[in-house]
């Protein structure tokens, strides 16, 4: 069987007087300028006690006053060095570094066994840390939660929803239960449906978008129906419809990134409050008016079916039933 990757940071590898704080989160090594480094750049040499990190993550530290001279902060990475001065740097992490970090945080658990856990996820939490949120994730939060997450790929985590999207999820505790959890979303034998308000009154009762989803050609941060993209379903109901919106229940059928989000767009329906694909903010919502409510599966290991239900958090709720939504 291969080998679960490790997603615990690496220790810091210094040089032999290098010294690590208690918590990791900082290294500090030393060095002389040899007569080899006189008269050559003080960043040359600070590339040289610690080539792990990019170049302009080392102009960071130096902005930052972390490195020193003979004891003096040193700004300048032009500054020409003199042999035998004694050069001090603080190699605190990148910010990427920090992506796999426990961090303990309140996690809304609806169940937990020993395979597996079910988790109401608030509005604003990143799933999987990525450029602008390399801490504070849920990932950050599942290996603090509890030891196995770190010997498991992504912590676990099998399927994910967006940052400003809330709802249920299931994250798997074993490789085994992940294997089979995985394998279950492939295979769509996972129901998950979400409440959702959009712009517009929806004229039908009930209708499915079938149509692809990919990268948008113009946009990396958004995606698009394409006819170059990989398939794409989502199931449509009409819960209530008035004053210029509408109350909607929608089942997914595949989890393309940003898929119902895409899909009522695509059909002149963006969501309220998501300003990516069209919606502006209304009925006091000020982000993406979608909530994960419902999630059925079958349990990985013993094969009992599980069902799950969350209500509409405190910001989605008062709209939802201002449309008329029951649940």
Avoid at 292 to 305: K, N, Q, S, T, W
Wanted: a neutral charge; hydrophobic letters at 45%; aromatic letters at 4%.
């Amino acid at each position: 069987m291969t080998e679960a990757p490790d997603y615990r940071e690496p220790p810091p590898q210094g040089e032999a007087d290098a010294e690590v704080d208690g918590d990791g989160a900082a290294e500090r090594r030393e060095a002389p300028a040899g007569p080899e480094w006189h008269g050559q750049r003080l960043d040359k040499l600070l590339v040289a006690m610690a080539p792990e990190f990019s170049r302009s993550h080392l102009q960071s530290l130096l902005e930052r006053g972390l490195v020193s001279v003979d004891g003096v902060a040193a700004r300048a990475a032009a500054q020409k060095l003199r042999a035998g001065q004694r050069i001090a740097v603080e190699l605190v992490g990148t910010e990427e570094s920090r992506a796999f970090r426990p961090e303990a945080m309140a996690l809304a658990v609806v169940h937990e066994d020993a395979q597996l856990l079910v988790l109401d996820k608030p509005a604003g939490l990143v799933v999987h840390p990525a450029a602008g949120h390399w801490s504070g994730t849920l990932l950050n939060g599942l290996l603090a939660h509890h030891a196995g997450a770190a010997a498991l790929p992504r912590a676990g985590i099998v399927h994910r929803l967006d940052k400003d999207t809330s709802g249920l999820m299931v994250v798997a505790k074993t490789l085994p239960a992940m294997t089979a959890l995985v394998r279950a979303i492939a295979a769509r034998e996972v129901q998950r449906r979400y409440l959702a308000i959009c712009h517009g009154e929806v004229a039908e009762a009930a209708f499915s978008v079938d149509a692809p989803i990919g990268r948008d050609p113009k946009s990396r941060v958004r995606m698009a129906v394409l006819a170059a993209g990989k398939p794409a379903r989502t199931d449509v109901e009409r819960v209530a419809a008035r004053d210029g919106f509408s109350a909607l229940r929608c089942t997914l059928h595949s989890g393309r990134t940003h898929q119902i989000r895409v899909h009522l767009a695509s059909r002149g329906h963006p969501l309220v409050a998501d300003a990516l694909y069209g919606g502006a903010p209304a009925l006091g919502l000020t982000r993406q008016a979608l909530h994960a409510f419902r999630l059925g599966f079958v349990h990985p290991i013993d094969g009992r079916p599980l069902q799950f239900e969350a209500a509409p958090p405190a910001d989605l709720a008062p709209a939802w039933r201002a449309l008329g939504g029951s649940g």
